[in-house]
Every structure is written in C-alpha cells, then in structure tokens.
C-alpha cells in the first residue's frame, strides 16, 4: 500500500526513532508499505519517520526499482565506520522541490537487521554511502536541510514558511 509522505516541518521527522524491538508480520506489512511508497514517489531511499512511523527502519534502491537484487531493507541500523567526504547535490521525498549541496562520507558501513531479523553488514561507497546517511539522518530526526548552513538554509526554510502560509506544503 502506499502511504502518503510527510513533510518538512511535521514533528515525526525530526525527532529519533524508537528501535524495532521485534520482527512482526505488521513490521512487514510496513516494510512493504515503505517500498511500494519509495518507488511510486519515486525515490531511492526512504525511512519510516517519512511515512509518520517514529520506527529505526529504512529502505534503499539506487536503481528505484529497475535491477532486482537492489533494495535493501536495514532494521535498527548503525554505523560501523564512515570515512571520506564527498558533496553533492541532494534531496528528499520529505522536501520536495527543494535540493542543496550537502557534505556526505565517501564511505559508510552499517550493521542491522533485514526483513527476517537476521544481521546483516552493508557498505556502500558514492551515492550509496550518502543515501545510507541520508536516511540514518531521518532515523536521528535530521533532514538534509538540517545539515546545511547560512544562505543556502535559510532561503529553502523561507520558501517552505511560504508555501506553508500559501496553504501549498
């Protein structure tokens, strides 16, 4: 089922996620809610706080879809290094309209769990290593937007107070 996806602004998104303290088929069913939500919106990541869920779970497909064995699905992650940066340009499902350069690791390892709760250690490098922390930030109640200063945040959180006011967020 695809559920809608909240936006900047709502209290779920930035504040942590609670752990997933078990496997169950309704932990299922969201993680299933999550990727039919990531590829209709369409992206390539998403995390349960995005979908209203305060829960440490997120999903990844760089190829949204498009090259089977892609998704990975990481329950109550964490890092186990981060080296490197790179900056790129970025943005979020939870943000739509709205991109920014952002400082990300070259490198990230995480450990978690998958869909069956067994432990799984992933790595990713480029794009991958900024999507996992990207969504490691929405498990930590950060947003992109969060991670940029001066100008460059002010002029998005001015415009999103805008089409606040406008009735358009």
């Known amino acids: 089922m695809i559920r809608s996806i909240v936006r900047y602004g709502e209290h779920v998104l930035h504040e942590p996620a609670s752990p997933v303290g078990e496997i169950t088929p309704d932990i299922h069913t969201l993680i299933d809610d999550m990727i039919?939500?990531?590829?209709?919106?369409?992206?390539?990541?998403?995390?349960a706080p995005q979908i209203g869920v305060p829960l440490q779970i997120f999903?990844?497909?760089?190829?949204?879809?498009?090259?089977s064995g892609d998704l990975m699905v990481l329950i109550n992650p964490t890092f186990i290094a981060r080296e490197g940066m790179q900056t790129e340009d970025?943005?979020?499902l939870s943000l739509p309209g709205f991109n920014a350069t952002v400082v990300r690791p070259a490198r990230a390892v995480l450990t978690g769990l998958d869909r069956d709760g067994r432990e799984r250690t992933v790595e990713g490098t480029g794009l991958l290593a900024r999507a996992f922390q990207h969504e490691m930030d929405h498990l930590d109640g950060t947003v992109f937007v969060d991670?940029?200063?001066?100008?460059?945040?002010?002029?998005?959180?001015?415009?999103?107070?805008?089409?606040r006011r406008a009735g358009k967020w």
């Open 59 to 67: 999903v990844v497909d760089l190829s949204a879809g498009r090259a």
């Open 90 to 92: 970025e943005g979020c």
């Open 36 to 47: 039919d939500t990531m590829y209709a919106a369409p992206g390539v990541g998403l995390a």
């Open 147 to 163: 991670r940029l200063r001066g100008i460059a945040r002010e002029i998005i959180i001015r415009k999103i107070h805008k089409l």
